[in-house]
Structure formats: C-alpha cells, structure tokens
C-alpha cells in the first residue's frame, strides 16, 4: 500500500473515532492527546499511525471502522505498515 492510501485511510480512521465519543475519549486519555491535537496534527503522518495503532488494538473496533468506510478488515493494519515508524515494530 502506498503511504498516500494509508493516510486516507488513517483520516478516514480519525473521522470515525471523533464520531465515537466515548472511544474518542479513550483514544485521548491513551495517547495524551487533546481535541485540539485531533485537527492540528490529522496531517501529520506519526498521529495518522497512532490512530490506526489505537482502531487496530480491539477487533470490535477494527469491525466497526471498516464496516463504516466501507474497507476490508486488513486494511487498517496495512495502512498502518505504510506509515512511517511502522519498521520499528517488533513481535517478540
């Protein structure tokens, strides 16, 4: 995936959350963030991978995102690997 469809995805991924007010919520206590970080960085590549770390971290979330942008359950995780810092991840 290239890293423009990744950031539409991510975008698509931070509309969904903003939508979701109690998740939204959660989303903000995790990463330290604030509303105002929401629509100041939306463009910045390194928030864009931290909404998709958060959608990707529940099933039932990756579920429901995907259903409402209409995209298939993979595609968050991979847009995820087409951001950037996504080499720094490590399974063990």
């Not at 770390?53 to 595609?75: K, R």
Request: net charge negative; charged share 20%; hydrophobic share 45%.
């Amino acid at each position: 995936m290239k890293q423009e469809q990744a950031e539409v995805i991510a975008l698509q991924g931070l509309a969904w959350l903003a939508g979701n007010d109690d998740l939204c919520t959660t989303f903000l206590g995790t990463t330290g963030g604030s509303v105002d970080d929401l629509r100041q960085r939306a463009t910045d590549p390194a928030f864009q991978a931290a909404v998709l770390e958060f959608i990707t971290m529940d099933d039932e979330w990756i579920i429901a995102f995907c259903d409402s942008a209409g995209i298939g359950y993979d595609q968050p995780l991979r847009a995820r690997y087409a951001l950037p810092g996504a080499e720094s991840v490590h399974w063990t």
